[in-house]
DNA sequence: GTCTATATTCAGATAGAC
DNA sequence: GTCTATCTGAATATAGAC
């Protein structure tokens, strides 16, 4: 443990970022397990390996704790994604980079989905805080990336590629084939009879036969 | 209020069918709401316009009124379903039926699938319900569904009118299509700059644009 | 900054009258 | 069967010592 030197070892020391971040990591850990709701600050404590009261030393309240781990988790979903929609490369080359990076991030925190779901769902008021990391501060209308995506669509169209089909849908799909086997695994597991193993070895035939099956649907 | 003949009116009364759906419906909406563990039973006797302690009379306690709900809202979910992709149906059609029964029952209960999909996650253990909902009890192996679905598939490769595509992918690729935009409306309304109506008009579209993408790609 | 101990609030559950 | 009143336990939050 690395101290700033010339601090008397009575003086109370400033707030520890290492400790602020282990708390942050407990946290997330519970909230995205149990839910906001079913989450208990104890269990944080616990999984953190400090006192209870420590939580309330850094975040305050529960509901504080709640939106700095929400706010982590969404803005990290989202950062990589709208560069490669907004970009310039082609459209198939954008479907298959969107895939890729949508299920090995998601392969890595399968837990993700179902979390933010419910919570968007029972907190509308937080689809502000999700507003802010998905789009510059401010913006009104359509993302930029609609737009870049909408041209890139009709010039297929023109060009006798590509079925017309809005921006909005587009992306609609490609998230829902990318997202949903992640949010709803144990319905899918059950239904398809599959353990943990077979999940994955799902996901991974998944990789290669989703950018076949978007992209075909694509096409006139 | 109709009362059985005979009775006097001191006497204490037989559960009231009535009453006992009174309160499930209410839970029904208060579950969905706010999710298994942020419902307060409070609030379901205050939607039923009864008093609390008759939840504990007719439910016991929250669990057993949670599993309840839960229970409800999923065998409804897939009774038509299963149906019809069992059917003997041509695939197209299967396509078809599934995307309208699917967006149709959803518009209704746009709040059922992240309150699923939330407590299936939470509760892994209600998992086996939600199975003995979707199959006949105690079955081993892949569901009926699945197997003719596979055959179909085959068939249509065979006749090269399809491209090969496992059938467990296929069913997670149209549930997806269909459910995710349900359970993300927030995220989408919000990515896609949508209001409540413009949410309606976007599904509206998804009812004849999702088949067409669907079955395009399906094929070689 | 971190802990122990305690206060407070709230929600699930029960007892008992009607 | 339905209500009022109450108990109990749990979970968030605070006070204060170190």
Redesign the pocket.
């Known amino acids: 443990m690395v101290k700033p030197a010339g601090r008397q070892k009575k003086v109370?020391?400033?707030?520890?970022p290492h400790?602020e971040q282990r708390i942050l990591d407990a946290a997330h850990v519970v909230f995205i397990r149990r839910g906001t709701a079913g989450?208990?600050?104890?269990d944080i404590a616990d999984e953190a390996g400090?006192?209870?009261?420590?939580l309330?030393?850094?975040f305050?309240?529960?509901?504080r704790l709640a939106e700095a781990v929400f706010q982590g988790v969404t803005s990290r979903i989202f950062s990589r994604l709208s560069e490669t929609l907004g970009s310039d490369a082609e459209i198939e080359d954008k479907v298959r980079r969107i895939v890729a990076i949508y299920i090995d991030q998601l392969s890595k925190t399968p837990y993700v989905p179902a979390y933010v779901i419910s919570e968007l769902n029972q907190h509308p008021e937080r689809t502000k805080q999700f507003f802010e990391s998905v789009r510059s501060p401010g913006a009104k209308g359509p993302p930029p990336f609609l737009l870049k995506l909408g041209e890139q669509i009709q010039a297929g169209v023109r060009a006798g590629t590509m079925r017309a089909i809005p921006p909005g849908q587009f992306i609609a799909n490609i998230a829902s084939l990318c997202v949903f086997p992640f949010a709803a695994k144990p319905m899918l597991c059950t239904l398809l009879d599959l353990d943990d193993r077979g999940f994955k070895a799902f996901i991974e035939e998944r990789k290669t036969g989703l950018p076949e099956f978007f992209l075909s649907g694509l096409r006139p």
Chains 1, 2 share one sequence.
């Open positions: 109370a020391a400033a707030p520890d400790t989450a208990r600050m104890q400090v006192n209870k009261a420590l309330h030393y850094y305050r309240n529960k509901n």
